[in-house]
């Protein structure tokens, strides 16, 4: 197929050309690939600026994404690529191989810059979803920093480079420019550009903005990146949310309040923590869901309210012709889902390997079950249908997002429609309004566990 650039495509193609050291913040579904392998073949072939280019990316991208958009457009079909994936053997053997670009899942990061040491051979790094490397104190950050020197470009992509807040753009510009804009230490940014907040036992839990700093934060990292929304650069159908609500049973409801009740009463008195917020919210969550892992790792049905209301939204779907992409948490949950659509006589695979994704686009499957963390960025499920349905949620804005766009992506058709199960009365509420908030979501984690411990408690005293 040729390829035709969009103005906009034009524009990236132009500026990592021209800038060494760039970030891309494109939103999802404008092109980032295609824009990189056109920069690539120019700067390999036509100005013999680059040599050995390393793609980093996450695992699922990394398997088939990259090969199968360069074998898409004529232009690129010509770069050869060698993807260091699974075994250390294999990863070996690949690395040896003659190509122009060499892939790897983010995971091996640490563990290629320890094989190469101090022969560190790519001059290019493209960074698939940078944003992954947003924590300073992930050893794939501080390995990849260690070489930066050594690499004469570099490219990150992303469609979400802040997701939960300013804080995360540290490591990633660093990456780029060594601390050159926003300092060359994390505590000297955060010092600079956030305001401490309360503090409990020593421990600073939160950060807030002060007044300012994302205007100065901006205007410092601009002339080295770029960024832009889809809404701006494309015409893609509605994308739809419809929440159905899930009435527990008499039986269920009263489950899961006295083991709500129960976790909550065991908790101490002294005020709640990130840590035991996140451990709560983990396990009413699963509850809310219709099961719970023991001490054991053993799994515990508590009620199938949830299952039942899944089940009758996909009798619907499958009715009118209509695939789903469901989305799950916990294995117990895929387990279950598993064993509930195998009655059905539908089409069911759980999104493991590139051919899934294609046997998904051709609409050879009718539910297609995954984790967003596995799955939520750079795959192509567009062509596969409309319909997303969140039988698990999570708090992570980013995954949340990064994976409702698997399908409302361009080259959707349809209006896309994103189902979310929600439990009444339940921890799921707390998940749908924290996800409305977009940000400042670990705080308002701890506030809404703080209410409902605090009810629990009061109704207990009372």
Same mark, same amino acid.
């Given at each position: 197929?040729?390829?035709?650039?969009?103005?906009?495509?034009?524009?990236?193609?132009?500026?990592?050309?021209?800038?060494?050291?760039?970030?891309?913040?494109?939103?999802?579904?404008?092109?980032?690939?295609?824009?990189?392998?056109?920069?690539?073949?120019?700067?390999?072939?036509?100005?013999?600026?680059?040599?050995?280019?390393?793609?980093?990316?996450?695992?699922?991208?990394?398997?088939?994404?990259?090969?199968?958009?360069?074998?898409?457009?004529?232009?690129?079909?010509?770069?050869?690529?060698?993807?260091?994936?699974?075994?250390?053997?294999?990863?070996?053997?690949?690395?040896?191989?003659?190509?122009?670009?060499?892939?790897?899942?983010?995971?091996?990061?640490?563990?290629?810059?320890?094989?190469?040491?101090?022969?560190?051979?790519?001059?290019?790094?493209?960074?698939?979803?940078?944003?992954?490397?947003?924590?300073?104190?992930?050893?794939?950050?501080?390995?990849?920093?260690?070489?930066?020197?050594?690499?004469?470009?570099?490219?990150?992509?992303?469609?979400?480079?802040?997701?939960?807040?300013? #804080?995360? =753009?540290?490591?990633? /510009?660093?990456? *780029?420019?060594? &601390? +050159?804009?926003? @300092?060359?230490?994390?505590?000297?940014?955060?010092?600079?550009?956030?305001?401490?907040?309360?503090?409990?036992?020593?421990?600073?839990?939160?950060?807030?903005?002060?007044?300012?700093?994302?205007?100065?934060?901006?205007?410092?990292?601009?002339?080295?990146?770029?960024?832009?929304?889809?809404?701006?650069?494309?015409?893609?159908?509605?994308?739809?949310?419809?929440?159905?609500?899930?009435?527990?049973?008499?039986?269920?409801?009263?489950?899961?309040?006295?083991?709500?009740?129960?976790?909550?009463?065991?908790?101490?008195?002294?005020?709640?923590?990130?840590?035991?917020? #996140?451990? =709560?919210?983990?396990? /009413?969550?699963? *509850?809310?869901? &219709? +099961?719970?892992? @023991?001490?054991?790792?053993?799994?515990?049905?508590?009620?199938?309210?949830?299952?039942?209301?899944?089940?009758?939204?996909?009798?619907?779907?499958?009715?009118?012709?209509?695939?789903?992409?469901?989305?799950?948490?916990?294995?117990?949950?895929?387990?279950?889902?598993?064993?509930?659509?195998?009655?059905?006589?539908?089409?069911?695979?759980?999104?493991?390997?590139?051919?899934?994704?294609?046997?998904?686009?051709?609409?050879?499957?009718?539910?297609?079950?995954?984790?967003?963390?596995?799955?939520?960025?750079?795959?192509?499920?567009?062509?596969?249908?409309?319909?997303?349905?969140?039988?698990?949620?999570?708090?992570?804005?980013?995954?949340?997002?990064?994976?409702?766009?698997?399908?409302?992506?361009?080259?959707?058709?349809?209006?896309?429609?994103?189902?979310?199960?929600?439990?009444?009365?339940?921890?799921?509420?707390?998940?749908?309004?924290?996800?409305?908030?977009?940000?400042?979501?670990?705080?308002?984690?701890?506030?809404?566990?703080?209410?409902?411990?605090?009810?629990?408690?009061?109704?207990?005293?009372?």
């Amino acid at each position: 197929m040729e390829y035709t650039p969009h103005e906009y495509q034009r524009h990236c193609i132009n500026r990592i050309i021209d800038t060494p050291r760039l970030g891309l913040f494109l939103d999802m579904g404008l092109g980032k690939t295609s824009i990189v392998l056109s920069a690539v073949k120019e700067l390999k072939y036509n100005r013999f600026a680059v040599s050995k280019v390393l793609v980093i990316a996450p695992k699922k991208v990394a398997e088939g994404t990259w090969s199968k958009e360069k074998d898409k457009w004529d232009h690129t079909r010509c770069l050869r690529i060698s993807r260091a994936l699974g075994s250390e053997k294999k990863r070996i053997r690949a690395l040896y191989e003659t190509a122009d670009i060499y892939i790897i899942n983010r995971e091996n990061v640490v563990w290629l810059v320890d094989f190469y040491k101090n022969d560190w051979p790519f001059d290019m790094v493209v960074i698939d979803e940078s944003s992954s490397f947003k924590s300073h104190k992930a050893k794939r950050f501080k390995a990849l920093s260690a070489m930066a020197p050594r690499i004469k470009r570099i490219v990150e992509l992303t469609g979400t480079p802040s997701p939960n807040g300013l #804080a995360d =753009l540290w490591a990633q /510009l660093y990456l *780029l420019d060594e &601390g +050159a804009r926003l @300092g060359t230490r994390y505590a000297g940014f955060r010092e600079r550009y956030f305001d401490a907040g309360p503090r409990h036992n020593g421990i600073v839990y939160k950060y807030s903005v002060k007044q300012g700093s994302e205007e100065a934060i901006l205007s410092a990292i601009s002339d080295i990146c770029v960024s832009m929304k889809a809404s701006d650069y494309l015409e893609l159908p509605d994308c739809i949310m419809h929440e159905i609500p899930v009435e527990l049973d008499p039986k269920a409801a009263k489950a899961y309040r006295e083991l709500e009740r129960e976790m909550v009463l065991e908790l101490p008195d002294d005020e709640v923590t990130v840590t035991s917020a #996140a451990a =709560l919210s983990n396990k /009413l969550l699963q *509850l809310g869901n &219709g +099961a719970i892992y @023991g001490e054991d790792h053993s799994i515990h049905e508590v009620h199938g309210c949830k299952i039942e209301a899944f089940m009758e939204l996909i009798e619907s779907l499958s009715a009118s012709g209509k695939s789903a992409l469901v989305f799950y948490n916990y294995q117990h949950d895929r387990e279950r889902l598993q064993k509930a659509l195998a009655k059905t006589g539908l089409v069911v695979r759980e999104l493991k390997t590139t051919e899934d994704e294609d046997d998904w686009n051709a609409g050879k499957i009718d539910i297609l079950l995954t984790h967003p963390a596995s799955s939520a960025y750079g795959l192509n499920l567009q062509q596969g249908g409309n319909h997303v349905v969140w039988f698990g949620l999570n708090w992570n804005y980013e995954l949340y997002t990064q994976a409702n766009k698997r399908l409302h992506r361009q080259g959707q058709t349809e209006k896309v429609i994103i189902h979310h199960l929600v439990c009444e009365g339940t921890r799921d509420e707390d998940v749908m309004a924290a996800l409305a908030r977009k940000d400042d979501v670990q705080q308002f984690v701890m506030d809404s566990l703080k209410a409902r411990i605090k009810r629990i408690k009061e109704a207990q005293n009372g």
